[in-house]
């Protein structure tokens, strides 16, 4: 990863005034992947059936003691040392009071003054043709539950409220803010996607909700202080996180400039309209009065508990992409696509140690038949791992082109024929009799056929239209049913033709 601060990448808004500045910290709530919630045993697992998940404890039945889940600190662990933060071997949970009609606790149960995580930081790559890196840094990360969710649009003139969210696990991921445009927000949050996912502590699907991100926006002219934030809240999409800082920070600008202040406002983005309006004016901690849970006594961990865990980390993302880079020859972007997702990078790698050709270029040739021709096939919403093809399958095939056995277009009409079956690549070849013909007499032989046929475009090609090579090859690839080597036949239609 480059390191060096981002200069040429500087994103600004032109204002009437000069240019400004964009600041961007986020809060993401992420859904813990466990079994069961935070401080009950009802089940996680997504439900359409509303309050059938629910314990008492998650709707506050007087008398309802919380007890701690375990593995929920053990996944903030395992988050906090995947974005290389400190574990803070005692943490403690608060009562944040507020009241809604979807908490019936009248308080969350969370982690304010001590929590389980501080500090750390993530390396996000930004752009697509001119590529920078940008390190976001975390303040922290905390652990506290959900509320459950209001309904308003079941009913004509009642609302509705269910609990099955109430009291899931959720770790609030803090960072500095350290991004400054909507592109850099939005990597981030890419990439923290995908880290989460590698360690397998949240599945991150935003659409349903188990990733959400509170947005802070402000703007400044070029080295004056922060100014005012306003926080965008609960944005459940990676394209609308973009578009909310995109519209607050050129409101914000277009508000400064006309003489107007920036009140510190906690608001929400639509964006079907683009429109942002004011919920509440933000609370100071102390509306919440936080303290100590006395239900829950300080989460004491030790070393050997944060060892255990280290134990069973994954190689993180930003990892693999340096090492795809550097062993496979990769692009990086490449490397990024098949790092994306770990039933990929297994994939990956699988099909990578059962490709037994020692040839230069040939893990390369792998990644490209997987991002063009494998993903290409794949059905929207279907994993890698719930295709037919098998890794060693695709190691045949490949291994076929790569020894010049068959060629890239006769290689992809192959995969087609095995892609339900996953049957063996070499027995189509053989029983389809596909070998490729390189066998430079039969081409010759036919290359001067083709030279009798047609006189004019041989004259033409004479004459200097080289463009005209194509049209040959093609006459090539008719007369031999695809099967010609076109290596062979470039050369040979040089050497007969021209
Ligand atoms: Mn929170």
Same mark, same amino acid.
């Given at each position: 990863m480059?390191?060096k601060e981002?200069t040429? +990448?500087?994103?600004r808004i032109?204002?009437?005034? !000069?240019q400004?500045e964009v600041?961007v !910290?986020?809060e993401v709530?992420a ?5 069961s919630?935070?401080?009950s045993?009802a089940?996680t697992?997504?439900?359409?059936n509303p ?8 709707v ?6 919380p ?6 600190i ?14 803070? %071997?005692?943490?403690v949970?608060d009562r944040k009071?507020y009241?809604y009609?979807?908490l019936?606790q009248g308080?969350?149960?969370s982690?304010f003054?001590?929590p389980l995580v501080?500090g750390g930081?993530l390396?996000?790559s ?6 920078y ?7 922290r990360?905390h652990l ?7 309904v308003h649009?079941l009913f004509?003139?009642k609302s509705a409220?269910d ?5 899931i ?5 803090v960072?500095?803010p350290d991004?400054r445009?909507a592109?850099?927000a ?7 996607r995908i880290?989460?996912r590698?360690l ?5 699907n935003?659409?349903e !909700?188990s990733?959400?991100a509170?947005?802070?926006?402000s ?7 922060l100014?005012?934030?306003v926080?965008?809240k609960?944005? +459940? ?8 800082i995109?519209?607050?920070s050129q409101?914000?600008v277009?508000?400064l400039?006309?003489?107007q202040?920036?009140?510190q406002?906690t608001c929400m983005?639509n964006p079907k309209?683009g @429109?942002?309006t ?5 609370e100071d ?8 849970d006395?239900?829950i006594p300080?989460?004491?961990? @030790? ?9 069973e980390m994954?190689e993180?993302?930003n990892a693999?992409?340096?090492r795809?880079c ?7 972007y490449e490397a ?6 770990k @039933? ?7 099909a990578?140690l059962?490709l %037994?050709?020692?040839k ?5 040739? &792998?990644?490209l038949?997987?991002?063009g021709e494998?993903?290409a096939r794949?059905?929207?919403g279907v994993?890698?791992?719930?295709i037919?093809?098998t ?9 076929l082109?790569?020894n010049?056995?068959v060629?890239?277009a006769i290689g992809?009409s192959i995969?087609?024929k095995?892609?339900q079956s +996953?049957? +063996?690549?070499?027995?189509?070849v053989?029983?389809?009799g596909?070998?490729?013909?390189s066998?430079e007499?039969?081409?010759?032989a ?6 009798q046929?047609h006189?004019?475009e041989?004259a033409?090609?004479? @004459?200097?239209?080289v463009?005209l090579?194509?049209?040959f090859? !093609?006459? &090539?690839m008719?007369?031999s049913?695809?099967k010609?080597n076109p290596q062979?036949?470039n050369?040979?239609?040089k050497?007969?033709?021209?």
């Open positions: 480059v390191k981002v040429k +990448n500087m994103h032109e204002g009437k005034t !000069g400004w600041i !910290g986020l709530h859904q813990i992947v466990s079994q919630k935070l401080f045993g089940s697992r997504f439900s359409r309050n059938t998940q629910v314990a008492l404890v998650d506050a039945f007087p008398g309802m003691l007890v701690l889940n375990e593995e929920c053990r996944q903030g662990v395992k988050t906090g040392l995947g974005l290389q933060g400190s574990i803070q %071997k005692r943490s949970f009071n009241f009609p979807d019936p308080y969350q149960i982690q003054f001590f501080l930081h390396d996000v930004v752009g697509k043709k001119e590529v890196s940008r390190r976001v840094n975390l303040e990360i506290e539950q959900d509320a459950g969710k209001s649009d004509p003139h409220v609990l099955n969210r109430s009291g696990a959720l770790m609030e991921i960072t500095k991004m445009s592109e850099e939005m990597a981030f949050v890419r990439s923290l880290l989460l590698h397998g502590t949240c599945d991150a935003m659409e !909700g990733m959400r509170d947005v802070n926006v703007v400044r002219k070029e080295g004056a202080p100014g005012t934030r926080e965008l609960n944005i +459940n999409s990676i394209k609308f996180i973009g578009q909310a995109e519209a607050e409101r914000q277009e508000a400039e006309d003489g202040n920036i009140a406002n983005f309209t @429109d942002i004011v919920m509440r004016a933000k901690e102390v509306d919440y009065r936080y303290f100590p006395p239900d300080p989460v004491e961990i @030790d070393d050997s508990f944060i060892n255990a865990v280290k134990e994954p993180l993302p693999m992409v340096a795809f550097k062993d496979y020859a990769l692009e990086r990024e696509i098949l790092s994306e997702d @039933d990929v990078s297994r994939f990956f790698e699988q990578i059962a %037994k050709v020692q230069e270029g040939a893990a390369r040739e &792998m990644a038949w997987i991002i494998v993903f794949m059905s929207e994993s890698i791992t719930g037919a093809l890794p060693e399958r695709l190691a045949q095939l490949v291994a082109v790569l010049g056995i060629s890239r992809k995969l087609d095995i892609w +996953n049957t +063996n690549p070499e027995e189509i053989k029983s389809e596909l070998e490729q013909i066998d007499e039969t081409l010759r036919w290359v001067k056929e083709i030279e046929q006189p004019k041989v033409a090609y004479r @004459d200097g239209k463009k090579q194509g049209f090859v !093609g006459q &090539m008719k007369k049913g695809g010609a062979v036949v050369a040979i239609i050497e007969v033709i021209g």
